[in-house]
């Protein structure tokens, strides 16, 4: 009966059975080529007082062999090399790889990873303050030009790593357009990305000021009478005229004359004798006196006997006869 079974069908078994062991025997031999991807590696677990500012070498090779059908469908996102950082302290740490340190997909084995060994530095973070480096773009309207610029606040405060944070100047702000301006302007602006692994310590609201003014210009005036306060009997002045060098605003200092400036020495109380007195110059709000010829006038006061040379409140004294 069990001989019958057997004997049954035997040409389909015996097929059978060449079938199975010919998809074993191919499953037992494919092919199992070796392929390399690039990997790059991570560093997790930082401490919190440190930064990561160098790591050597970014990527790996890491070389694998498998079945073809298995090796055909990897890609490099599905290994993983992580270094552990937190027992890492300030410096340089070297890390040793080895196959078995790899997070590998199964059924693939790691045959060698090129270089074998990575390093990461690390450094403490620090904080400082740094100013604010104000950015402006343009030309005022014609006749007024840029008088200043303020920035609210000045100064900043960064956190990163130390030799980041030391090596960072200023901190810059995004451009306020003048162009066309002829009044001062104020306006938010936002800082620039800083270096990479640097940040603000806190959100700042940033404001620029440009402080636009009217051109001013250089002007003389020649020859302006010197008056003689108050009434002197007797005393006269060498010389009775000065020179003025100023400077103003174009619209007030082109048509400034020299009635609009004022210039005297006060006798009061003067002895007899001759003496040298300062001129006293007065002149229109906005107008900068830049200097003047010459700075004093020698006073002669000839006694109260000389009744022709008496001044008069305000008025100039008659020229001095050789």
């Not at 015996?14 to 079938?19: C, D, Q, T, Y």
């Not at 560093?43 to 079945?67: C, Q, T, W, Y």
């Not at 450094?123 to 480096?133: G, M, N, T």
Request: charged share 25%; proline share 7%.
């Amino acid at each position: 009966m069990i001989k019958n079974m057997l004997l049954d069908n035997l040409g389909f078994k015996l097929l059978a059975l060449l079938i199975t062991v010919a998809i074993w025997l191919f499953v037992v031999v494919e092919k199992q080529p070796e392929v390399g991807f690039i990997v790059p590696v991570n560093f997790s677990n930082i401490p919190k007082s440190m930064a990561l500012i160098k790591r050597e070498p970014p990527d790996i090779e890491v070389r694998v062999k498998g079945p073809e059908s298995l090796i055909s469908n990897l890609t490099s996102r599905q290994f993983v090399v992580d270094m552990d950082l937190s027992q890492a302290q300030a410096g340089e740490t070297t890390f040793f790889l080895s196959t078995d340190s790899i997070n590998i997909p199964r059924g693939i084995r790691v045959v060698r990873l090129l270089p074998s060994q990575v390093s990461a530095t690390l450094e403490s973070i620090v904080e400082r303050l740094i100013p604010i480096e104000p950015v402006v773009l343009g030309v005022p309207a014609e006749g007024y030009e840029l008088g200043g610029i303020k920035v609210f606040p000045e100064m900043i405060k960064v956190r990163g790593a130390k030799s980041k944070v030391e090596q960072l100047t200023t901190a810059r702000t995004s451009s306020l357009d003048i162009s066309g301006l002829d009044k001062s302007v104020t306006q938010e602006v936002e800082l620039m990305a800083l270096e990479e692994d640097i940040a603000l310590t806190e959100n700042h609201k940033i404001e620029l000021r440009a402080i636009i003014q009217e051109k001013t210009e250089d002007k003389i005036l020649n020859s302006i009478p010197i008056k003689v306060l108050p009434i002197t009997h007797g005393a006269v002045i060498e010389p009775q005229t000065v020179k003025l060098m100023l400077n103003g605003p174009l619209s007030q200092i082109r048509s400034l004359t020299a009635k609009q400036v004022n210039a005297s020495i006060n006798l009061l109380d003067l002895k007899p004798g001759d003496e040298e007195l300062k001129i006293d110059i007065q002149l229109p709000t906005n107008i900068i006196l830049l200097g003047f010829e010459p700075e004093k006038v020698k006073v002669i006061n000839r006694g109260e006997e000389d009744e022709l040379l008496r001044p008069q409140i305000g008025g100039e004294l008659p020229p001095v006869t050789p």
